[in-house]
């Protein structure tokens, strides 16, 4: 997966002074390496047994209907509040700078389903926190958390102890 770094794009200083962003739209655009990723994701998860694949507005939104598709699972987008049309499932959850929320369809997963999340990087993992906790206040069984970037060092594994995580590429 190392590999995968060469098709990933590092932008200094963006959304801010100090940040490195990886951007994985050059990663999208390679044939080979998109391949590689949705391969790579159903590989790790073909043998678990997944209802729903949870993904997490917006990025994880390129990658999520693939696994749900190879996985034969259905798709739920967690989206920002006022995105969805029914009545829907909140969660806020505090971001380094304020706070910010993310909504569900209150009957997009049932009590007992099997929920994968998935999203495009693992940072602080205050998000991916956020929605494990969103299914597990619908009643879901959030059975794993998929990543195709986990920067290490800002330690977002530490949010999510006791859950099982899996990332393909490593900073």
């Given at each position: 997966?190392?590999?995968?770094?060469?098709?990933?794009?590092?932008?200094?200083?963006?959304?801010?002074?100090?940040?490195?962003?990886?951007?994985?739209?050059?990663?999208?655009?390679?044939?080979?390496?998109?391949?590689?990723?949705?391969?790579?994701?159903?590989?790790?998860?073909?043998?678990?047994?997944?209802?729903?694949?949870?993904?997490?507005?917006?990025?994880?939104?390129?990658?999520?209907?693939?696994?749900?598709?190879?996985?034969?699972?259905?798709?739920?987008?967690?989206?920002?509040?006022?995105?969805?049309?029914?009545?829907?499932?909140?969660?806020?959850?505090?971001?380094?700078y304020g706070t910010d929320s993310l909504e569900v369809h209150k009957d997009a997963i049932q009590p007992g389903q099997r929920v994968l999340?998935?999203?495009?990087?693992?940072?602080?993992?205050?998000?991916?926190?956020?929605?494990?906790?969103?299914?597990?206040?619908?009643?879901?069984?959030?059975?794993?958390?998929?990543?195709?970037?986990?920067?290490?060092?800002?330690?977002?594994?530490?949010?999510?102890?006791?859950?099982?995580?899996?990332?393909?590429?490593?900073?």
């Open positions: 997966m190392n590999d995968l770094k060469k098709l990933i794009r590092e932008v200094p200083d963006f959304p801010k002074p100090g940040i490195n962003f990886y951007d994985i739209t050059t990663l999208l655009k390679d044939p080979a390496g998109w391949r590689a990723v949705i391969d790579a994701l159903r590989a790790q998860y073909q043998n678990t047994p997944v209802d729903v694949v949870v993904g997490i507005e917006a990025r994880g939104f390129f990658f999520a209907p693939a696994i749900a598709y190879a996985l034969g699972a259905g798709f739920v987008p967690v989206r920002k509040p006022g995105k969805l049309p029914a009545e829907t499932a909140r969660v806020e959850y505090a971001l380094e999340i998935l999203d495009d990087v693992l940072a602080t993992g205050g998000t991916a926190a956020a929605v494990a906790q969103l299914v597990d206040n619908l009643g879901g069984s959030v059975i794993g958390l998929g990543f195709v970037i986990e920067l290490d060092f800002l330690n977002g594994r530490e949010k999510l102890a006791g859950r099982e995580l899996f990332s393909l590429i490593h900073y």
